[in-house]
């Protein structure tokens, strides 16, 4: 069973999370049927108009017997009034054993060129990187969200995505204030283009919850996210 949707939609966030004005550190930690079995890490700074980010995902244990998976990827692009827009994005990923890479070239919102190692083989699904607009890579999505907000400007957001493979679009709705200073919006990961018929037949979406806590400057940041997958209810939550 392959992460790609959940890594791509939320790409790892869990454990002790720190948040400054130049970036944000998040170690979070993954369970599967209530069962800890996992780590996601992301790391990110913003620095004279510029920003890099990374990231890396790895299931263990019990999870782990189950998911062979992990994960690493790192962007690099420009801040412009709050609005970043990724030059470079690179990803690894071992599903299963199978070792792939790829890099993926950005200019104002639009992908470039794209290189694949292996080289990959032409699918009748593909899209052409370069007719896409208006995109950005998932991790640069992850870091927007990542950033702490006052509570009305949470959620409420859409991003459409471009890994290298396909576009996707990870939608956040409207956000609802609980009584103890927590936030929750509805949200859902989907698939749009460049995937095969049959991955679009299992799933072509995943609904997820984020959850933003307060913190102690009376902004909000997330910190936890539930979803469901065929497995059981996924959980990444703070440590």
Known sequence: MSLRPLICATTLMLSSLTA??????????????????????????????SY???????????????????????VQGTVNGGRYAPTIYTEVEDDDGERTSSV??????????V???????????????????????????LYDVLQPVDAAGACDRRYDLFDGRGVSRLTLAAPRARGDGTVTCASRYLRVRGYSPEDLAKRPSVDMTFIYAPLPDGRVQVSEIRSST?????????Q
């Not at 980010?53 to 690493?72: D, R, T």
């Not at 993926?104 to 060129?113: C, K, L, S, V, Y």
């Open 230 to 238: 065929r497995l059981g209810d996924m959980v990444l939550r703070r």
């Open 104 to 113: 993926t070239r950005f200019r104002n919102g639009t992908p470039t060129d």
């Open 52 to 74: 890099a980010v990374s990231s890396a995902a790895q299931a263990s244990g019990m999870v782990g017997a189950l998911v062979k998976y992990g994960f690493e990827g790192s």
């Open 115 to 141: 290189t694949f190692d292996p080289p990959r083989a032409p699918e009748p699904h593909d899209v052409d990187p370069t007719a896409q607009r208006g995109v950005i890579d998932p991790l640069t999505a």
């Open 20 to 49: 400054t004005a130049q970036g944000v550190d998040a170690q979070y930690t993954l369970s599967l049927r209530g069962i800890t079995g996992g780590t996601i890490a992301l790391r990110g700074r913003d620095q004279g108009g």
